[in-house]
């Protein structure tokens, strides 16, 4: 069954660091690019990065960009994101999701999200 | 980047009834947008990709039409378990993808 399972979320104080994880299984994790996709509270989704299978190529949202970085070990079937100065509004559920290879970029599957709070 | 808007925002609908979203590209995509269904507390369920493309395991009452800049996901007998947000995406464009706002569906 093909899983991904994020971790590492929880309450930080505004300025804070927070290291966000997913665990991937059931398919060949370092085939696919992957991705971090959030939703604040009663919001929808905002895509926050993106990273291509070798980690060759990386991308980021404006809104996170210098403060996030997305990281994968594909060794460990895992992704990372390091959320550095973490604000007020970087209170979401974050999900990762695997897509497809270019141009094919949907987002399929998901996992079930971490919660992640920035409050002092 | 590409901003996409959807409509309506929300619907109220009885089950047996056809149902259909639409979402708009502020410029043209092709066919590189995907549908999403998402119930409360869970995360997205991709329905849809490439415009119509139904994902397997997703059930034919779905569809997915458009090209271009307007597109339009279809419930064509809604079902209790389809109560829920629809999210539309565009790939055409990146960075950023972008979603447009939801439309939530609810019972009438």
């Known amino acids: 069954e093909v899983q991904l399972v994020e971790s590492g979320g929880g309450l930080v104080k505004p300025g804070g660091s927070l290291r966000l994880s997913c665990a991937a299984s059931?398919?060949?994790?370092?085939?696919?690019?992957m991705n971090w996709v959030r939703q604040a509270p009663g919001k929808g989704l905002e895509w926050v990065s993106s990273i291509s299978s070798s980690s060759s190529y990386i991308y980021y949202a404006d809104s996170v960009k210098g403060r996030f970085t997305i990281s994968r070990d594909n060794a460990k079937n895992s992704l990372y994101l390091q959320m550095n100065s973490l604000r007020a509004e970087d209170t979401a559920v974050y999900y990762c999701?695997?897509?497809?290879?270019?141009?094919?970029?949907?987002?399929?599957?998901w996992g079930q999200g971490t919660l992640v709070t920035v409050s002092s | 980047a590409i901003r996409i808007t959807q409509s309506p925002s929300s619907l109220s609908a009885s089950t047996g009834d056809r149902v259909t979203i639409t979402c708009r590209a502020s410029?043209?995509?092709?066919?590189?947008l995907a549908w999403y269904q998402q119930k409360p507390g869970k995360a997205p369920k991709l329905l849809i990709y490439?415009?119509?493309t139904l994902q397997s395991g997703v059930p034919s009452r779905f569809s997915g039409s458009g090209s271009g800049t307007d597109f339009t996901l279809t419930i064509s007998c809604l079902q209790s378990e389809d109560f829920a947000t629809y999210y539309c995406?565009?790939?055409?464009?990146?960075?950023?993808?972008?979603f447009g706002p939801g439309t939530k569906v609810d019972i009438k």
């Open positions: 999701a695997s897509q497809p290879s270019a141009p094919y970029n949907w987002f399929d599957p």
């Open positions: 059931g398919f060949t994790f370092s085939s696919y690019s």
């Open positions: 410029q043209g995509i092709s066919s590189y």
């Open positions: 995406q565009q790939y055409y464009s990146y960075p950023p993808i972008t």
């Open positions: 490439a415009a119509s």
